[in-house]
């Protein structure tokens, strides 16, 4: 199959494009490289550097690679930017998307993976309860909007269009190639100072001190794993959440991942940050029903550690 991925220079696309070559796949990732990096592409993946907001420059690539299936991970990916500008964060993910979405109208593409927001789609998650896929969406930050906005053209896509959906709302992704500089990405930030013992910051629940807030915490292997699914078509028209159905708080994580990697980091209490939902989790049921178990946290912390601990900063 020809595969398109947008985002492709990304932590998340970066993986998939690995894993769909490795499984005969052809290819072609479209990233403007604002968070991703060039060396994050595989050799065999054909790159083009392009904002997704042109959109007569991206149909021009559609129109020559002819893909028969897009995974859509192109995104401004923080919330806490998308509180701070959220015009920008439209811009780019509303705005950029339907730039994605026209592309594949235009070229009659079959297959469109979409990867969106379980951690932040569905607003709080009650304690002791998970979001299922049919949880009322009711997200509380304009990245959530976003996300949901996106949602709700897929059906006309499909309807008018011919472009079956796939929608992945993920939890909080980590694993490997993680920016841990960026202001997403709790895992590679903490495992980064980890491995120097360096201080971790504890962002509040409610109150500066407390034990953080809670979180649904997936392995990216098995994020790769639903978009292969979704690309090759086992999937069909389907919303999934992506999570483990594991509720972590954040110092529960900070003290997991010091004790991997055999850290002595001073947890440092901070204040709540805009923007955080006090608690996110997943039901995972129809993932594992469709895809396998989910990797447990330690063994894909382990695996984190590793590589960054490989890489040497
Ligand atoms: N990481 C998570 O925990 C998580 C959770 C839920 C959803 N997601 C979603 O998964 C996707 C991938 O996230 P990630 O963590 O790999 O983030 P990332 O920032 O590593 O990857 C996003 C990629 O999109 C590219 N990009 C941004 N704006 C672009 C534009 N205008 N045109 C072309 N390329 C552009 C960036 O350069 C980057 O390579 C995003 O859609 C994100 O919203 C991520």
Redesign the pocket.
Known sequence: MRILI????????SHVAEHALARGHEVLV????????RE?VPAAAEFVQ????RGDDVRAVFERFLPDAVT??????SVAISMREPVRDAD??VL?GLSVLEACRATGTKRFVF??????IYGEVQDGTRADELTARAPLSP?GAA?LAIEGYLPTYQRHFGVTPTVL??????GPR??PH?E??VVAIFAERALRSAPMQINAMRRQGDDGCIRDYVYVRDVVRANVAALEGTLGEAVLNVGSGVATTTGELARAICAAAGATSALVPSEVRAGDLERSVLDPSRFEQAIGAVTPLAEGLAETLHWFRARGR
Not at 115 to 120: F, H, L, R
């Open positions: 947008t985002g492709g220079a990304g932590f998340i696309g479209l990233d403007d490289l604002s968070t991703g990096r994050n392009l904002d997704m907001r859509h991970q192109a995104a401004q990916a780019i993910n950029g990867a969106s927001t379980g951690g932040a990245y996300k709302r993920y939890a909080n992704v980590y993680q920016d960026g997403a990405g």
